[in-house]
């Protein structure tokens, strides 16, 4: 191991580090950074932890059996390492905006039943949420749309009760896949493991757009829009002056795969915690959106960046 600056560099033959790649990239998450698990040289940009990896080493002087601890030793480095950064690198963002809410979501003995009805037994000791944040557009009238939200579980799904006012429903776009954030729809923001990041054109996190017709869209790895309408179930009714939606959600992990007729969705239990985050895109009767209305404080630039940077969810924990 050679040390220049901040920079750590660790010297293997291909063939040794090709059993560990796995490990080591696991090790490599657990500071919340992941790496291509076929790369030979990698190196993470996270203030502090530097590391190059590469295969410059002859192999009839380098033996399994000889470096093995050594690679091991590389592997607890990994997970372990403090920072010792110079002044005059730049640090990297935290994995999650500051000032994110942090919501307790009640055990559902019984389900509530997806049926835009806020009178199920599960609702009542569920706590109200304001749906307040102006992301894009100008201030409200009360009128023009108000909004909160309760959350509950059970061990198979999250259930989602959403109520609010808006004079004005619209769905012009007819094609699902065609923008769909221009209509009024219903975000709905889901990061299973809480680990923030970019999941603009993965599916570290899910952010699914539930249309009036009760679809759910999103971006795919594929980059393009997709439908996810059989993660959910999906009603909203109007009862007077106000809209009630309920959605039932699957919860998947990141290793979720498109087209993939394997994916499971997790079991969920107490005490795990995920990123969570709503929003509403509010449309009355224009071209595009006029407003577009979240559950977490977005300042700055931060304003449009749920579909991309998990780090601006809020925290959601199970609770008994």
């Not at 901040?6 to 796995?22: K, T």
């Not at 939200?149 to 007819?174: I, P």
């Not at 017709?213 to 009862?239: F, P």
Request: proline share 3%; aromatic share 12%.
């Amino acid at each position: 191991m050679a040390i220049k600056g901040s920079v750590r560099y660790f010297s293997f033959e291909p063939n040794i580090l090709q059993p560990l790649r796995l490990d080591v990239s696991n090790s490599i998450r657990f500071i919340a950074l992941k790496v291509p698990l076929g790369a030979i040289a990698c190196l993470c940009y996270r203030s502090g932890t530097y590391f190059l990896l590469s295969g410059v080493c002859s192999a009839n002087t380098i033996t399994m059996k000889k470096y093995l601890p050594m690679i091991r030793a590389l592997q607890l480095l990994l997970m372990t390492t403090v920072s010792f950064a110079t002044a005059q690198e730049q640090p990297l963002a935290a994995s999650h905006d500051a000032d994110r809410s942090h919501y307790l979501a009640r055990f559902a003995n019984v389900a509530p039943s997806i049926d835009g009805s806020s009178n199920d037994v599960a609702w009542e000791s569920a706590q109200w949420r304001p749906l307040n944040n102006i992301w894009l557009g100008g201030p409200l009238e009360p009128t023009d749309f108000n909004g909160r939200y309760k959350v509950t579980w059970t061990e198979q799904k999250l259930y989602v009760l959403v109520e609010f006012t808006d004079d004005v429903l619209v769905d012009f776009h007819r094609d699902p896949l065609t923008q769909y954030w221009d209509d009024d729809c219903l975000e709905i923001f889901i990061d299973e493991d809480h680990s923030g990041g970019d999941h603009q054109y993965n599916h570290n996190a899910f952010a699914y757009h539930m249309s009036l017709d009760n679809r759910a869209i999103d971006i795919g790895s594929n980059k393009m829009a997709q439908e996810y309408t059989h993660h959910t179930r999906s009603q909203w009714r109007q009862q007077g002056d106000k809209v009630v939606w309920e959605i039932a959600v699957d919860i998947y992990n990141d290793k979720y795969r498109d087209n993939a007729d394997d994916n499971q969705p997790v079991e969920l239990k107490v005490g795990k915690v995920m990123g969570f985050m709503l929003a509403y895109c509010d449309n009355d009767r224009s071209e595009l959106r006029e407003h577009f209305i979240g559950s977490e404080h977005a300042a700055g630039d931060h304003k449009d960046r749920g579909w991309i940077d998990a780090g601006l969810f809020g925290t959601l924990e199970l609770t008994d």
